[in-house]
């Protein structure tokens, strides 16, 4: 894979990401279970105060897609807060086409660093993911919820709303 | 009857949050890992751009008692979001301390935390929680939480500063 940039993402860009969202979501077997617009992108994304931040990965006309897109990666990031150490870069979302793979990754993970002053990178894997377990352990990345016991919860929002009606 | 009353932090309550995170961290078995200052967390929540939200329970003291309201919990949040779901709230930590517990305040913190999601567009609450921590485990569960990590199998990952500096090159 000769020639690619990594930029941040626009406006116009929303549609590339979600289609590569639902490709990501394909991927790990959970494709139903995308709910986000474009129209949602573009809000929260773009708006006076963003809830997430995104890199793209873009190839030359000559590497483009069979369908004709450029954009052919990207990295989906927020940044959260560690109380023991302070402000932390949350990696949403982490996916570069098949196609594609190789060098790309390494680009946006530069990109990432160079960027923003990190201490510390946060990111969720699936434990079957083996693939995905082995490329960030062998990069030096430590599993929490094996090493330290964390388990992550959810409430989803019909709960929310329980809550709120009890108050 | 003392009573008591969750609202949003404000500056001056940073002394209590930080002695309170130490305590949490003391209880989690991981208090060598906190290095946050006073300072920090005054700049870093209550600036111009918050990179947090906090809430404090206070017991409010009855007429003629003479210690004035005191921080006793607190939980703290931040919005987050899911390329699935949009929009998400996280509970990054919520404490009581000991001789507080057993009065419902950890649920009316979780509960105004849930208010606030609401608020703001949020459709999913998420939070973590250590695997031997049975009581709070119960605690999330009996409000409608669900373990990702034992339904889906999701993991916590982490890279620290050296790995990352690795990676980028």
């Given at each position: 894979?000769?020639?690619?940039?990594?930029?941040?993402?626009?406006?116009?860009?929303?549609?590339?990401i979600l289609r590569l969202i639902k490709e990501l979501a394909k991927y790990e077997y959970m494709e139903d279970q995308?709910?986000?617009?474009?129209?949602?992108?573009?809000?929260?994304?773009?708006?006076?105060?963003?809830?997430?931040?995104?890199?793209?990965?873009?190839?030359?006309?000559?590497?483009?897609?069979?369908?004709?897109?450029?954009?052919?990666?990207?990295?989906?990031?927020?940044?959260?807060?560690?109380?023991?150490?302070?402000?932390l870069l949350y990696l949403e979302d982490f996916f570069v086409m098949s196609d594609y793979r190789g060098t790309i990754e390494f680009g946006i993970g530069g990109s990432l660093k160079r960027n923003q002053s990190l201490c510390s990178m946060h990111f969720l894997v699936a434990e079957w993911n083996e693939p995905s377990i082995n490329f960030y352990k062998r990069r030096g990345a430590s599993d929490l919820s094996s090493e330290e016991g964390w388990r992550l919860f959810k409430i989803d929002k019909e709960y929310l709303l329980k809550m709120a009606a009890e108050e | 009857?003392?009573?008591?009353?969750?609202?949003?932090?404000?500056?001056?309550?940073?002394?209590?949050?930080?002695?309170?995170?130490?305590?949490?961290?003391?209880?989690?078995?991981?208090?060598?890992?906190?290095?946050?200052?006073?300072?920090?967390?005054?700049?870093?929540?209550?600036?111009?751009?918050?990179?947090?939200?906090?809430?404090?329970?206070?017991?409010?003291?009855?007429?003629?008692?003479?210690?004035?309201?005191?921080?006793v919990g607190f939980g703290l949040y931040y919005f987050i979001y899911s390329t699935w779901?949009?929009?998400?709230?996280?509970?990054?930590?919520?404490?009581?301390?000991?001789?507080?517990?057993?009065?419902?305040?950890?649920?009316k913190i979780i509960k105004k935390v849930a208010e606030v999601a609401l608020h703001k567009g949020c459709s999913q609450f998420r939070l973590a929680v250590l695997d031997w921590n049975k009581k709070a485990m119960d605690l999330y569960k009996s409000l409608g939480a669900q373990d990702?990590?034992?339904l889906e199998g999701w993991?916590?990952?982490?890279?620290?500063?050296?790995?990352?500096?690795?990676?980028?090159?």
């Open positions: 894979m000769a020639k690619f940039k990594i930029r941040p993402a626009t406006a116009s860009d929303c549609s590339d995308v709910m986000l617009t474009e129209k949602d992108l573009l809000e929260d994304g773009f708006g006076e105060h963003p809830f997430y931040h995104c890199l793209i990965a873009e190839v030359p006309k000559e590497h483009w897609t069979p369908e004709g897109h450029s954009i052919v990666g990207f990295a989906m990031y927020y940044f959260t807060y560690d109380p023991w150490i302070g402000k | 009857m003392a009573s008591t009353r969750i609202r949003e932090a404000k500056e001056r309550d940073c002394g209590d949050i930080l002695r309170m995170i130490r305590e949490l961290a003391e209880f989690e078995k991981l208090s060598h890992q906190v290095k946050i200052s006073e300072e920090a967390l005054r700049a870093d929540g209550f600036g111009e751009n918050p990179s947090f939200h906090c809430l404090v329970a206070e017991v409010i003291p009855t007429p003629g008692e003479l210690q004035g309201p005191r921080v779901k949009g929009r998400n709230i996280y509970l990054e930590d919520i404490y009581v301390m000991p001789q507080y517990r057993g009065q419902g305040i950890g649920t990702l990590t034992e993991h916590s990952f982490r890279f620290e500063e050296a790995a990352m500096r690795q990676l980028a090159e």
